[in-house]
């Protein structure tokens, strides 16, 4: 299961970003091996990224961690992990080279510093496989999560969302195919890369977006009412109107039309994105441009 939801959804160049800092800090902890080496040849025992009790917070990794705040508990169980075996990994390294510069080293000690240097290595590459997971399940023209990863973390997110609700909004374009028509696909392209973009900015930390497919969207909104949430949705579909996208002949004024309904616990994604897509298409026969919601006893208002 790909976790996406619960907090923050990452751009792909944020994911790119991780992923690069990750394999830069395999590098910088060879170069402490290096530096470890020299100490054992030297006898230099006052090295402080070395033979520091916290010298597993003087290390360049260590600043990337406390600057990589997460939010996600999947993604932050692969953190804590990291964090975890560094520190075991800078313990166990410390105690090695006081047992050479001491001269009581021992077999034991070789074997729990390789233990917790594997047990480094492996976190990282495992929090890597997760990071690649996700970039691999990202809609490729828009950067946004697409349907599947909504498909295989929609059962989980409703059960992280409690003690909040979990609402779903689902809208579309207002007449896209003109815009394709009219345009062309370059620029219909350009109008979702734009709107994308605008929604990862948009979106706040209780609210995921995803592509859903074609000019459709999907926003994930964890909050306590149907009041906020209808409140969310109206702002989202503002947002929208307000503000013209621009591609390289001009700008273009689009509106969306929007469906937002609760899912109730147990319930399967497709049963809730029936009810928002009844609720959405209410919309487009009564005027577009506007965002409906959708009760627990199927009764559909405009918000």
């Not at 091996?33 to 090295?47: A, E, I, P, W, Y």
């Not at 929007?258 to 319930?267: D, L, R, S, Y």
Request: charged share 25%; net charge negative.
């Amino acid at each position: 299961m790909y976790a996406q939801g619960a907090a923050m959804i990452k751009k792909t160049i944020e994911i790119d970003t991780i992923l690069l800092d990750l394999n830069q800090s395999i590098d910088a902890h060879y170069q402490w091996l290096v530096k470890m080496f020299r100490c054992t040849v030297s006898g230099d025992v006052n090295q402080p990224d070395i033979f520091d009790i916290n010298s597993h917070c003087l290390c360049q990794f260590s600043q990337w961690l406390n600057n990589h705040p997460v939010h996600e508990p999947e993604e932050k169980g692969f953190v804590i992990k990291i964090i975890i075996a560094h520190e075991h990994m800078h313990t166990r390294g410390r105690e090695l080279l006081r047992a050479i510069a001491e001269k009581r080293s021992e077999d034991h000690h070789f074997d729990r510093f390789q233990e917790a240097l594997l047990a480094f290595t492996s976190a990282v590459m495992d929090y890597k496989i997760y990071l690649l997971n996700i970039r691999s399940n990202m809609d490729i023209l828009t950067g946004l999560p697409g349907r599947r990863v909504l498909d295989e973390s929609f059962d989980r997110q409703l059960i992280d969302a409690q003690p909040l609700n979990l609402y779903l909004l689902l809208f579309d374009i207002d007449r896209f195919k003109l815009v394709n028509d009219n345009y062309g696909h370059l620029v219909g392209d350009s109008v979702l890369r734009t709107l994308a973009s605008n929604l990862s900015v948009w979106t706040r930390y209780d609210e995921t977006p995803y592509r859903y497919g074609g000019e459709e969207f999907v926003i994930i909104i964890r909050t306590k009412t149907d009041e906020q949430a209808c409140r969310a949705g109206l702002r989202i579909c503002q947002l929208v109107a307000d503000n013209p996208i621009n591609y390289p002949d001009g700008e273009l004024s689009i509106t969306v039309t929007a469906g937002i309904t609760q899912a109730q616990q147990g319930e399967p994604l497709d049963v809730v994105i029936g009810r928002a897509d009844r609720a959405m298409y209410r919309g487009k026969q009564t005027g577009r441009n506007r965002c409906m919601f959708m009760d627990k006893d199927q009764q559909i208002t405009r918000v």
